[in-house]
């Protein structure tokens, strides 16, 4: 079992950067996937970025490549996502989650662990 715990979001003007994180404790955090997913008020719960359990892989949703940077340090348990170029759009509660399934995986329902979230308020 892994517990995640989010932290490192706030209030940053369009265009800013922001970095939050995402803390993982329990055992083999190694042979989890992670991804990242948001949820906008009013909106469904939408795929941001994926990290296979190898940091070489990563896999972006196209509102956000070129612009956010996933990552993760096995020996700290720690996954984060970095995030530039920021756009009111981007304003969401940001997740990490945990999944067994191996290769890149978007489907939320995949992931059978989360965090609590953390804000993210981007203004115009």
């Known amino acids: 079992q892994v517990q995640l715990v989010e932290s490192g979001g706030g209030l940053v003007q369009a265009g800013g950067s922001l970095n939050v994180s995402c803390a993982a404790s329990?055992?083999?955090?190694?042979?989890?996937?992670m991804g990242w997913f948001r949820q906008a008020p009013g909106k469904e719960r939408e795929f941001v970025a994926t990290i296979r359990t190898s940091t070489a892989y990563t896999s972006y949703s196209d509102s956000v490549k070129g612009r956010f940077i996933i990552s993760r340090d096995n020996a700290k348990n720690m996954v984060y996502l970095q995030m530039n170029s920021l756009k009111p759009e981007d304003t969401a509660v940001y997740y990490c989650a945990a999944t067994v399934y191996t290769g890149y995986v978007y489907d939320s329902v995949k992931y059978l662990y989360w965090g609590q979230g953390t804000q993210v308020t981007v203004s115009s």
């Open positions: 329990g055992s083999s955090f190694s042979r989890y996937a």
